[in-house]
């Protein structure tokens, strides 16, 4: 007689990867040189930290080799790197969602590595919606661009698309309003091709002393943000947030 309580289920071989975008240090250069490097540290890890807590197969960080806060920040022992692949944003985004089909990934979600300001819980239930397929779940950031991008299969269109994703892309400073302009190109180049498509509510980056104010409350009402907490508690940042 089976005396198992439960049944066994077959664990989800779910993916997650991050694409840091470039120039993130440019973005943050209203600190000055060694403190926007030390944020950017700080965003990546923290970034990491909070989605290591989705209990996922692979974790990838996909770098260009150039980026000196990718190269030099000592990455959790559960992420592995790759090499980005492709020369645009898009191109980007497409070859890193073929390395994690390679890898036998059921579900995926590409994020940024902008900070631990994410919808942690929406993110995960929408990877387990993703697992259907002919989904595509969409999260926007408030000043324009993608922050995260899931599927379960291809999607060759996106090579076709010409708009800013953000993911894998430059790091300018962004214009106010572009987060349901990028997110409606997405969804109609996927409703278009057949697929259902989720939004993830908005999030946002640091691009000024507003968004670091904005995350130092967050940090102190509790976000899981160790790197930017200790970050927060050096006294050459307090001109910045003040």
């Not at 996106?158 to 892309?169: H, S």
């Not at 002393?209 to 009402?221: N, Y």
Request: glycine fraction near 10%; charge should be neutral; charged fraction near 20%.
């Amino acid at each position: 007689m089976n005396q198992r309580a439960h049944p066994t289920v077959r664990p989800y071989a779910l993916a997650l990867g991050v694409l840091p975008r470039r120039g993130i240090t440019d973005q943050l250069a209203f600190l000055g040189p060694s403190l926007a490097a030390d944020l950017a540290t700080a965003l990546l890890l923290d970034t990491l930290g909070a989605l290591s807590t989705f209990p996922v197969r692979h974790r990838l960080v996909f770098t260009d080799g150039a980026d000196p806060i990718t190269t030099h920040a000592r990455l959790p022992a559960t992420w592995r790197e790759l090499p980005q692949r492709g020369t645009s944003c898009v191109d980007r985004t497409h070859g890193a969602l073929d390395d994690l089909i390679a890898l036998g990934a059921e579900a995926m979600l590409l994020v940024t590595a902008d900070g631990p300001m994410l919808p942690l819980g929406q993110m995960f239930d929408g990877m387990m919606w993703l697992l259907p397929k002919k989904r595509v779940l969409v999260g926007a950031a408030e000043g324009g661009g993608l922050y995260a991008l899931g599927t379960a299969e291809r999607l060759p269109f996106l090579t076709e698309a010409d708009f800013p994703q953000g993911l894998g892309g430059d790091a300018p400073i962004s214009t106010r309003g572009e987060a349901s302009q990028i997110e409606d190109a997405v969804a109609k180049k996927s409703e278009a091709n057949g697929l259902d498509v989720q939004r993830l509510p908005h999030s946002y980056r640091i691009e000024g002393p507003q968004g670091l104010r904005r995350l130092r409350k967050e940090v102190a009402e509790g976000m899981f943000a160790p790197h930017c907490r200790k970050l927060f508690e050096r006294p050459d940042i307090a001109p910045h947030v003040g």
